[in-house]
C-alpha cells in the first residue's frame, strides 16, 4: 500500500445562480480548495483529474496539467487556495478526483479529493 498523501484536501461549493440557466439545465457551480502541504517536504501538484456526475448519472472525466494554470509548489506547513467551476445538468451532482503530486526528493504521490457536493439550495428539501 503507498504512502498516505502528505496533504490535506478541503473543499467548499457553491451555487452560481448568476451563472446558471435552469431552464436550459444549465447550473454552475464554484468550488474551492484548499490543499495544505502536511508532511516535511515541499510538494509539487502536476496534474488533476475530477469525476463530475450528475443528478441524472451523466459522467464527465476532466484531467490536465495542474489547476487554474499552475503548477504550484507547496512548502511544508503552507497551503495552497484556488477557485475553480463546473457546469452541470441538473440541479445537484457530485465531484471527486484526484491531484498527481511529487515531493521534493522525487517521490510521486497520489492525492484522493473526496467527494462532494454540487447542490443548488431548494433543490434538496
Known sequence: MPDSAPVDIQVESQFLPDQSVPEEQRFAFAYTITI??????????????????????QVQEVQGEGVIGKQP????????SYTSGAVIETAVGTME???????????PFIAPIGIFSLVRPSALH
Open 73 to 80: 509548489l507547496i512548502e511544508p506547513g503552507q497551503s495552497f
Open 36 to 57: 495544505r502541504n502536511t508532511g516535511e517536504e515541499a510538494v509539487r501538484l502536476i496534474n488533476r483529474h475530477w469525476i463530475i456526475t450528475d443528478g441524472a448519472n
Open 97 to 107: 478526483g484526484s491531484y498527481e503530486m511529487i515531493s521534493a526528493s522525487g517521490r
